[in-house]
């Protein structure tokens, strides 16, 4: 108790254990903290001797000692204050714990959400370091599994951006991190000697080291790296909680960094195997211009169930294979047959002259094997003779190929048989074709003429509207036809649904008058 002076008036056996020197007749300033003192000023400064203090007022709250208080005033008639101090320093311990757990949380949270917004392991790198530096320590290295002699490093210092560095460096220097980068539980960060670290461990920015924590990136069962934590001299050592909040700090942030480094892996194993069903860059060969297009069912998809081959003849004078095929079904499951099929044709090629011979021998390989689709298709044999091109013809349950002429005329070729892979046996019959300079040959898959779109949305495009389409293509290269077609057939499907539409075209090019080659020679026709 304290009057309007700030001086002692009484203090009961409990206070007195509190504050020692607080006996009647002391100043309040020579026995009690100076926050109790502001408290008791702020309740007595400017009231009538003989009139209390008004109610109403929260408690002070300080500390004394390692103990916190609140102080509870009731105002007295005679001008006194009674302080009533509740010991809370359990409850604020606990509100602190619970505040930093919080905090902890949505640290955790926030990284994670960063973490895995991205599947580039050089962004989560990234976002490791710099999360690190910036809540749990000055400056924080994120350290990948060699890849090679070098060892790559992202460092980060508080408030500054990752910088990546790569060097022919020994883990081993550091205590710890050999075993953190194996994976190995980490080593108490009292164990590590910070005035031992190398050079290349400290970053730019950070003076002498005071504490380092070293703990591994677990990842998806091979670790993904390790994470070093580094204090400046002078601040405070990592604590033993600080120590486990970095193991599951790191335990997010290794997860997300195994996740990203297994989609970098699969999509370059993918992009490698995708490249193999992706259909070739078509060219002139022996004379012979070829042209290809494709599209799949899905624009996000690269690859379905339509495929093109073009087998350069392996002598002069001999004739190139062309093979346009449909496997039933759509995606990367056609997409994977297609693949099987090209390689088995393309281990057929020594017979490429029997078309018969070679589709029967597909047939029985497909009837063979496990899966249950079947496939549509047609060979084109194509030799240079003179200034025209001959070609043999042969489908199998497959569109007939169509023949531009150079004045317009479209005629079909008369070539049919039986699809490949559903029955025993198989029927074919062989067109055979002369293609004058400036003729065309289009080989296609029916999801052009089956395409489905036109005003109304729902008529097929149909052989009889892509013939007219080709007459109005008579002497274009290879090349204009195939973007012709497609082009009208993107139009037509619109942004509806299709199947896969592939198409290829064999031309004879036109001949050519070489002028006078220096003004002497006498010139010349040629292809």
């Known amino acids: 108790?304290?009057?309007?002076?700030?001086?002692?008036?009484?203090?009961?056996?409990?206070?007195?254990?509190?504050?020692?020197?607080?006996?009647?007749?002391?100043?309040?300033?020579?026995?009690?903290?100076?926050?109790?003192?502001?408290?008791?000023?702020?309740?007595?400064?400017?009231?009538?001797?003989?009139?209390?203090?008004?109610?109403?007022?929260?408690?002070?709250?300080?500390?004394?000692?390692?103990?916190?208080?609140?102080?509870?005033?009731?105002?007295?008639?005679?001008?006194?204050?009674?302080?009533?101090?509740?010991?809370?320093?359990?409850?604020?311990?606990?509100?602190?714990?619970?505040?930093?757990?919080?905090?902890?949380?949505?640290?955790?949270?926030?990284?994670?959400?960063?973490?895995?917004?991205?599947?580039?392991?050089?962004?989560?790198?990234?976002?490791?370091?710099?999360?690190?530096?910036?809540?749990?320590?000055?400056?924080?290295?994120?350290?990948?599994?060699?890849?090679?002699?070098?060892?790559?490093?992202?460092?980060?210092?508080?408030?500054?951006?990752?910088?990546?560095?790569?060097?022919?460096?020994?883990?081993?220097?550091?205590?710890?991190?050999?075993?953190?980068?194996?994976?190995?539980?980490?080593?108490?960060?009292?164990?590590?000697?910070?005035?031992?670290?190398?050079?290349?461990?400290?970053?730019?920015?950070?003076?002498?080291?005071?504490?380092?924590?070293?703990?591994?990136?677990?990842?998806?069962?091979?670790?993904?790296?390790?994470?070093?934590?580094?204090?400046?001299?002078?601040?405070?050592?990592?604590?033993?909680?600080?120590?486990?909040?970095?193991?599951?700090?790191?335990?997010?942030?290794?997860?997300?960094?195994?996740?990203?480094?297994?989609?970098?892996?699969?999509?370059?194993?993918?992009?490698?195997?995708?490249?193999?069903l992706l259909p070739p860059s078509l060219h002139q060969v022996s004379g012979v211009e070829y042209a290809g297009g494709y599209r799949p069912s899905k624009d996000h998809e690269r690859v379905g169930g339509d495929f093109y081959d073009v087998h350069p003849a392996a002598d002069e004078g001999a004739s190139s294979l062309v093979v346009l095929g449909d496997v039933c079904g759509k995606g990367l499951e056609a997409a994977v047959m297609t693949g099987k099929i090209r390689n088995t044709l393309h281990a057929l090629l020594p017979m490429a002259d029997d078309h018969h011979r070679m589709l029967s021998l597909l047939n029985t390989a497909l009837l063979n094997s496990e899966n249950t689709r079947f496939v549509t298709m047609v060979l084109a044999s194509a030799a240079r003779d003179g200034n025209a091109v001959r070609l043999r013809l042969t489908s199998a349950g497959h569109p007939a190929p169509l023949i531009l002429r150079s004045d317009g005329r479209v005629e079909e070729a008369e070539t049919k048989g039986t699809l490949v892979g559903a029955l025993p046996r198989i029927t074919t019959e062989t067109a055979r074709v002369t293609l004058a300079p400036g003729d065309t040959c289009v080989l296609y898959t029916d999801g052009i003429s089956e395409a489905r779109g036109g005003p109304m949305g729902g008529a097929m495009f149909g052989e009889e509207r892509l013939r007219r389409a080709l007459s109005k293509c008579a002497a274009m290269p290879a090349e204009a036809v195939v973007e012709h077609v497609q082009m009208l057939t993107s139009q037509w499907v619109g942004t509806g649904r299709h199947d896969d539409m592939a198409v290829v075209v064999i031309s004879a090019p036109r001949t050519n008058h070489l002028s006078a080659v220096d003004g002497h020679t006498r010139g010349r026709f040629t292809a």
Do not use: K
Request: aromatic share 4%.
């Open 1 to 276: 108790m304290a009057d309007a002076d700030a001086v002692v008036v009484h203090a009961n056996e409990a206070a007195g254990l509190v504050f020692p020197d607080a006996r009647p007749g002391s100043p309040m300033a020579d026995a009690v903290p100076g926050w109790l003192v502001s408290a008791h000023a702020r309740h007595t400064t400017g009231l009538p001797a003989q009139r209390p203090p008004a109610t109403g007022s929260g408690p002070a709250r300080g500390s004394v000692g390692d103990r916190s208080y609140e102080a509870h005033p009731t105002p007295r008639d005679d001008g006194t204050v009674v302080w009533w101090l509740v010991d809370d320093t359990d409850h604020r311990l606990a509100r602190e714990a619970l505040s930093a757990e919080r905090r902890r949380t949505e640290f955790l949270v926030r990284s994670s959400n960063l973490l895995l917004s991205s599947l580039n392991l050089d962004r989560c790198m990234d976002v490791t370091a710099q999360m690190a530096a910036d809540h749990l320590a000055d400056a924080a290295l994120v350290i990948a599994p060699a890849r090679g002699p070098e060892l790559p490093v992202v460092s980060c210092v508080r408030g500054g951006t990752p910088s990546v560095s790569r060097g022919v460096v020994d883990p081993a220097d550091v205590p710890g991190l050999a075993e953190a980068l194996q994976g190995f539980p980490p080593v108490p960060s009292r164990w590590i000697d910070p005035s031992a670290a190398p050079a290349w461990l400290v970053p730019d920015g950070l003076a002498t080291l005071g504490s380092i924590v070293i703990t591994p990136l677990p990842g998806h069962g091979v670790p993904a790296g390790a994470l070093v934590l580094l204090r400046a001299d002078g601040a405070a050592a990592f604590t033993e909680d600080e120590e486990v909040f970095a193991r599951l700090f790191a335990a997010r942030a290794g997860a997300a960094m195994s996740a990203a480094r297994l989609y970098a892996e699969q999509a370059s194993i993918t992009d490698t195997l995708m490249r193999e």
